[in-house]
């Protein structure tokens, strides 16, 4: 456990230092609000961490949002930020209330979650790492497991995967309201839970300290999650010159730091880690970015399969958001490549 504490308070500092500039020397200063400090987002980590926004004559703002992604969104509409950095439900669910915001970046484009579980379980039901997807799926059979927030997106993933591995959805699986990473590897460490649902690194952690073991990693095991805008930058309309100029600059950097990524985890990740992560298990971030790099690999890119993968998941799970959404009819409304594309002509 002492693992994950060192972790946790590497994140609080992380949060902290997230309200700091990039590099002062810049020109042009990019105000991001950013719901959460995970590290799923990680081409702005990438980016802050080998200075490509300084590349591009920028200095990088990344406003904590504590709130999460409606805080972000409220920062944006109201002049306090340049750009918002937020799930892509929460983006539509702000849309189809009227407000005006336009996708313009997909920061992450897959679905980031693991499904983490206690070895007792496995060895209960003999089920292996290596079985058909099915078959894993089975183990949750009669599991409670762990969320941060009855009805959030961790019980929502949780019952999702269920109803996929033939079990319902609502009968054969329990839900308990434990509270962040660290109060989850903690319920898990100490048998109160069987298995929860989040992004790197916390399956690594679980895993190294024999607490827990990864089963299912959605947007790897899953194609409909892994090809689809997750996580992604949004910014306010109308977009006039001044603003469009800053996205594609930012964009520009993103993809910088997204090669790198690609091109080279274990270095880049190593910066993320003494940058923001100084306490962390330097294992951990690598193991995460390694986990998360081919979400990145797109560098940014937006298209109408994605969108029509996301909205197929959102109506899968049951994702209301009071107005239909049409991946093609939006494009260059709801959400748009050109920013992308303007970013790759340099």
């Not at 183990?139 to 497991?145: D, E, Q, S």
């Not at 298990?281 to 560098?299: E, L």
């Not at 109506?315 to 790759?344: C, I, M």
């Given at each position: 456990?002492?693992?994950?504490?060192?972790?946790?308070?590497?994140?609080?500092?992380?949060?902290?230092?997230?309200?700091?500039?990039?590099?002062?020397?810049?020109?042009?200063?990019?105000?991001?609000?950013?719901?959460?400090?995970?590290?799923?987002?990680?081409?702005?980590?990438?980016?802050?961490?080998?200075?490509?926004?300084?590349?591009?004559?920028?200095?990088?703002?990344?406003?904590?949002?504590?709130?999460?992604?409606?805080?972000?969104?409220a920062a944006l509409?109201?002049?306090?930020?340049?750009?918002?950095?937020?799930?892509?439900?929460?983006?539509l669910r702000a849309?189809?209330?009227?407000?005006?915001?336009?996708?313009?970046?997909?920061?992450?484009?897959?679905?980031?979650?693991?499904?983490?579980?206690?070895?007792?379980?496995?060895?209960?039901?003999?089920?292996?790492?290596?079985?058909?997807?099915?078959?894993?799926?089975?183990?949750?059979?009669?599991?409670?497991?762990?969320?941060?927030?009855?009805?959030?997106?961790?019980?929502?993933?949780?019952?999702?995967?269920?109803?996929?591995?033939?079990?319902?959805?609502?009968?054969?699986?329990?839900?308990?309201?434990?509270?962040?990473?660290?109060?989850?590897?903690?319920?898990?460490?100490?048998?109160?839970?069987?298995?929860?649902?989040?992004?790197?690194?916390?399956?690594?952690?679980?895993?190294?300290?024999?607490?827990?073991?990864?089963?299912?990693?959605?947007?790897?095991?899953?194609?409909?999650?892994?090809?689809?805008?997750?996580?992604?930058?949004?910014?306010?309309?109308?977009?006039?010159?001044?603003?469009?100029?800053?996205?594609?600059?930012?964009?520009?950097?993103?993809?910088?730091?997204?090669?790198?990524?690609?091109?080279?985890?274990?270095?880049?990740?190593?910066?993320?880690?003494?940058?923001?992560?100084?306490?962390?298990?330097?294992?951990?971030?690598?193991?995460?970015?390694?986990?998360?790099?081919?979400?990145?690999?797109?560098?940014?890119?937006?298209?109408?399969?994605?969108?029509?993968?996301?909205?197929?998941?959102?109506?899968?799970?049951?994702?209301?958001?009071?107005?239909?959404?049409?991946?093609?009819?939006?494009?260059?409304?709801?959400?748009?490549?050109?920013?992308?594309?303007?970013?790759?002509?340099?």
């Amino acid at each position: 456990m002492h693992t994950n504490k060192s972790l946790a308070r590497a994140l609080t500092l992380a949060t902290t230092l997230l309200l700091l500039p990039t590099l002062a020397s810049a020109q042009q200063n990019v105000r991001i609000a950013q719901g959460f400090a995970s590290l799923s987002f990680l081409p702005i980590w990438g980016a802050r961490a080998l200075n490509t926004f300084a590349q591009e004559g920028l200095t990088a703002t990344v406003l904590a949002s504590p709130g999460g992604d409606p805080a972000a969104l409220a920062a944006l509409d109201a002049g306090d930020a340049d750009l918002a950095a937020v799930g892509t439900e929460s983006a539509l669910r702000a849309v189809a209330k009227g407000q005006p915001f336009e996708i313009v970046y997909n920061l992450m484009s897959k679905v980031t979650l693991e499904l983490v579980i206690a070895p007792s379980i496995l060895e209960k039901t003999g089920v292996k790492a290596g079985d058909p997807l099915e078959k894993r799926i089975t183990a949750l059979k009669g599991a409670t497991i762990g969320v941060a927030a009855v009805g959030g997106t961790q019980e929502t993933a949780a019952r999702w995967l269920a109803a996929k591995g033939r079990l319902d959805p609502k009968a054969d699986i329990k839900v308990a309201q434990v509270g962040g990473p660290l109060a989850l590897q903690a319920a898990l460490e100490n048998k109160r839970i069987d298995a929860f649902v989040l992004s790197p690194p916390e399956g690594y952690l679980a895993t190294k300290s024999g607490t827990g073991a990864i089963l299912v990693s959605l947007g790897d095991d899953f194609p409909l999650l892994a090809h689809q805008p997750y996580l992604v930058l949004v910014a306010k309309k109308p977009i006039d010159d001044k603003a469009s100029e800053l996205i594609v600059k930012t964009a520009r950097a993103l993809q910088a730091a997204s090669a790198a990524l690609v091109k080279g985890p274990e270095p880049t990740a190593q910066a993320i880690q003494k940058q923001f992560f100084a306490k962390a298990d330097p294992g951990a971030i690598v193991a995460a970015v390694k986990a998360m790099n081919s979400g990145v690999s797109g560098g940014g890119e937006l298209n109408v399969q994605a969108f029509q993968n996301q909205l197929a998941f959102s109506r899968e799970v049951g994702t209301s958001f009071g107005k239909d959404f049409d991946a093609a009819a939006t494009q260059n409304d709801l959400w748009t490549n050109q920013f992308v594309e303007r970013a790759t002509w340099k």
